[in-house]
């Protein structure tokens, strides 16, 4: 079992950055991929970002390639988005995913994950 709790949301204007955490618990943390989804109001939950357990590998979403950093800390159990030039469309509840995946591997697809936190809300403003 892992939980998984997500913070540092809140609001900024445009062109601002944000940093947002997800602190898991468990000691297999380091065995899970690790996952960053994004849901907007009216919208379906979407892949913003995920990093292999063994870190090697990450994979963004084309939106948000060049703008947001994926980092995880598997000592302090914790996985990181650094969030820059934010746009009003990256308005979203941002949730933390963990996945069993191989060592390499990045799942990009919701239902590939198994524990999810509650969310955090990132809103940009114009």
């Known amino acids: 079992q892992v939980q998984l709790v997500e913070s540092g949301g809140g609001l900024v204007q445009a062109g601002g950055s944000l940093s947002v955490s997800c602190a898991a618990s468990?000691?297999?943390?380091?065995?899970?991929?690790m996952g960053w989804f994004r849901q907007a109001p009216g919208k379906e939950r979407e892949f913003v970002v995920g990093?292999?357990?063994?870190?090697?590998?990450?994979d963004y979403a084309d939106s948000v390639k060049g703008r947001f950093t994926i980092s995880r800390d598997n000592a302090k159990n914790t996985v990181y988005l650094q969030m820059n030039s934010l746009k009003p469309v990256d308005t979203a509840v941002y949730y933390c995913?963990?996945?069993?995946?191989?060592?390499?591997?990045?799942?990009?697809?919701?239902?590939?994950?198994?524990?999810w936190g509650q969310g955090t809300q990132v809103t940009v403003s114009s």
């Open positions: 995913a963990a996945a069993f995946a191989a060592r390499n591997s990045v799942p990009m697809r919701p239902i590939e994950y198994t524990y």
């Open positions: 468990g000691r297999t943390f380091s065995s899970y991929a």
């Open positions: 990093i292999s357990w063994s870190g090697y590998n990450t």
